[in-house]
T-cell receptor, first 113, second 111 residues
Framework: NAGVTQTPKFQVLKTGQSMTLQCAQDMNHNSMYWYRQDPGMGLRLIYYSASEGTTDKGEVPNGYNVSRLNKREFSLRLESAAPSQTSVYFC????????????FGPGTRLTVT | RKEVEQDPGPFNVPEGATVAFNCTYSNSASQSFFWYRQDCRKEPKLLMSVYSSGNEDGRFTAQLNRASQYISLLIRDSKLSDSATYLCVVNKAGGGNKLTFGTGTQLKVEL
């Protein structure tokens, strides 16, 4: 099992450019998540999907959109990148139970100039 | 008040020392609790779940105090390889299967 995979690993964008971060999991998990991590801020939830076909805003959704393409895949789109979106982005997945752990992908390091 | 609060550290300890981290959470209805470990420039990974009765996994012991709403992690006989950031994580009750992460406590184990 690959677990949670993310592409790309690194990306540099200019202000105003758009891009999509891809995430896939092979653990048959219902829930998937997108976080950003900035120094001193910890992990902040951008969007999540409790199950296929549903998505909900997290703590910091502005400037982002998501698509839960199927049970395996959950993509994050930046329509018009801003320097404030420079961050490390992690995708994660989780089964349904309260005691279930969350598995993370290796992250995407995004720089917006 | 933050939902999950941790002392950011860093905690600098010599190899072989015992070190303890505390974490407080604000939502008394929280259901489940975890400690995750994050190495520099890597993704977080589960270290251990925290059960009401307390639990131990080798050199690591986790405790939960629901009355005071805090969670602790004790590391005995610290190794150089324990150097990392430790994240306190709480499952939000009624939160749609979401977890809330603390900002982490950094541990540096030195020779």
């Amino acid at each position: 099992n690959a677990g949670v995979t993310q592409t790309p690993k690194f990306q540099v964008l200019k202000t105003g450019q758009s891009m999509t971060l891809q995430c896939a999991q092979d653990m048959n998990h219902n829930s998937m998540y997108w976080y950003r991590q900035d120094p001193g801020m910890g992990l902040r939830l951008i969007y999540y999907s409790a199950s296929e076909g549903t998505t909900d805003k997290g703590e910091v959704p502005n400037g982002y959109n998501v698509s839960r393409l199927n049970k395996r895949e959950f993509s994050l789109r930046l329509e018009s990148a801003a320097p404030s979106q420079t961050s490390v982005y992690f995708c994660a997945s989780r089964a349904q139970g309260a005691l279930d752990e969350q598995y993370f992908g290796p992250g995407t390091r995004l720089t917006v100039t | 008040r933050k939902e999950v609060e941790q002392d950011p550290g860093p905690f600098n300890v010599p190899e072989g020392a015992t070190v303890a981290f505390n974490c407080t959470y604000s939502n008394s209805a929280s259901q489940s609790f975890f400690w995750y470990r994050q190495d520099c420039r890597k993704e977080p990974k589960l270290l251990m779940s925290v059960y009401s009765s307390g639990n131990e996994d080798g050199r690591f012991t986790a405790q939960l105090n629901r009355a005071s709403q805090y969670i602790s992690l004790l590391i005995r006989d610290s190794k150089l390889s324990d150097s990392a950031t430790y994240l306190c994580v709480v499952n939000k009750a009624g939160g749609g299967n979401k977890l809330t992460f603390g900002t982490g406590t950094q541990l540096k184990v030195e020779l």
